[in-house]
């Protein structure tokens, strides 16, 4: 049978903004109830929850958490099961970087090489591990959903240290879908340019060489890429796989 949207428990880490926010707008209108996860700034948060429960008359809650942090991610998945009874669909959106010479060895610190891999692998690692009792206790079982990046195919992104650890990040969820059973759906949806806040911080000249490198000759739209996370978690046939939604700005690189 199809598996429909309407009425499942959604959590969105790195919900309130951006491509996560769009995400959490597009499986409100499903008819599912969200939680939204931020890190610091929990007015953008508070917002889109009281628009998606004003607009699609559904549950919301925001959860404040470190997703570089595995307490709190934890935490955080236990605050939303508790919150509406259970969950059902996880979108691990969250990650770091720090925009830096992709050149440079030594751009980033230890410290920030030990951020983002933690950030972006062993959160979403822990993301799966605490969400499992509750996927597979589930008669339907359970879905995750990681926002990933061309920067994990390519030799390129906002740092070297982004895209190693969203190259690891690819791997870690093959290895999931292929270990954590038949109950847990497990992929990736890798972006191109999204002009969102932080893709905007590349600036007029990297945008333009961007866009001009993607065969569509434009950049990802921030719509087209979240229509895809409902096709994905409807789709319960497909697990370890990776969905590029770029423009054809990775085509080259394969």
């Known amino acids: 049978m199809p598996y429909s949207i309407k009425g499942r428990n ?11 926010a769009e995400i959490a707008r597009k499986f409100a209108a499903e008819g599912a109830n969200v939680a939204i996860n931020y890190a610091n700034n929990e007015e953008p ?14 549950k919301t809650t925001v959860i404040k958490a470190d997703c570089g942090n595995m307490a709190d991610v934890t935490a955080c ?11 059902d669909i996880i979108i691990g959106n969250h990650g770091w970087t720090r925009f830096s010479d992709f050149n440079d060895l030594e751009a980033l610190s230890e410290a ?11 959160g979403m690692k822990q993301l799966v591990s ?21 920067a994990g195919k390519t030799i390129g992104g906002s740092s070297m240290a982004y895209s190693v650890t969203k190259a690891a990040q690819l791997h870690l969820v093959k290895c999931m879908a292929k270990t954590q059973g038949s109950k847990v759906r497990i992929n990736a949806i890798l972006p ?46 497909i697990t370890g796989q990776f969905l590029h939604i770029d423009s054809g700005l990775a085509i080259q690189h394969f």
């Open 10 to 20: 959604v959590l969105v880490t790195g919900g309130s903004r951006g491509l996560g």
């Open 45 to 58: 948060a508070r917002k889109l929850a009281a628009e998606l429960k004003e607009n699609h008359k559904v």
């Open 77 to 87: 998945v236990k605050e939303a099961t508790k919150f509406f009874g259970g969950l």
């Open 112 to 122: 920030e090489w030990d951020k983002c891999f933690k950030t972006n692998v062993l």
């Open 130 to 150: 605490s969400s499992l009792p509750t996927f597979n206790a589930n008669p339907e079982g359970g879905v995750v959903i990681i926002t990933s990046s061309i």
């Open 192 to 237: 191109g340019l999204l002009l969102t806040d932080w893709g905007l911080s590349y600036g007029d000249e990297r945008i333009a060489a961007l866009k001009d490198a993607a065969v569509l000759k434009k950049e990802t739209g921030l719509e087209d890429c979240a229509n895809a996370y409902i096709s994905l978690a409807e789709n319960t046939s």
